[in-house]
């Protein structure tokens, strides 16, 4: 079965920088697109990044554009979310997951979910 190790969340002041990293085992990784989410407290889960099997194609959340950068090393099986000019609204709990179509990513309706990383940007 699928597996979805999140990490490299942390404490960053305002306009600091991250970089969370997904590592993936129990599928075909290269045959996915893969996505990043996230849920602040009290609010719904929503998409934030995507990027194609290859790592070619991507997608962003309006919220998130010029400012996070969503790549994949299918050597490693782990795809990679880099975050700068972080604000406070970006805290929230971070996931990864996958489809076989990257535009599909963004409806964030999945059953199963890894245990996330926690991002948390101070003012």
């Known amino acids: 079965q699928v597996q979805l190790a999140e990490s490299g969340g942390g404490l960053v002041q305002a306009g600091g920088s991250l970089r969370l990293s997904c590592v993936v085992s129990?599928?075909?990784?290269?045959?996915?697109?893969m996505g990043w989410f996230r849920r602040a407290p009290g609010m719904e889960r929503e998409f934030v990044a995507a990027?194609?099997?290859?790592?070619?194609?991507?997608y962003y959340a309006d919220s998130v554009k010029g400012r996070f950068t969503a790549s994949r090393d299918n050597a490693n099986n782990t795809v990679f979310l880099q975050m700068n000019s972080l604000k406070p609204e970006d805290t929230a709990v971070y996931y990864c997951?996958?489809?076989?179509?990257?535009?599909?990513?963004?409806?964030?309706?999945?059953?199963?979910w890894g245990q996330g990383t926690q991002v948390t940007v101070s003012s």
């Open positions: 990027v194609d099997w290859n790592g070619v194609n991507t």
């Open positions: 129990g599928i075909n990784f290269r045959s996915y697109s």
């Open positions: 997951n996958h489809d076989l179509l990257l535009s599909r990513l963004r409806l964030a309706h999945y059953d199963f």
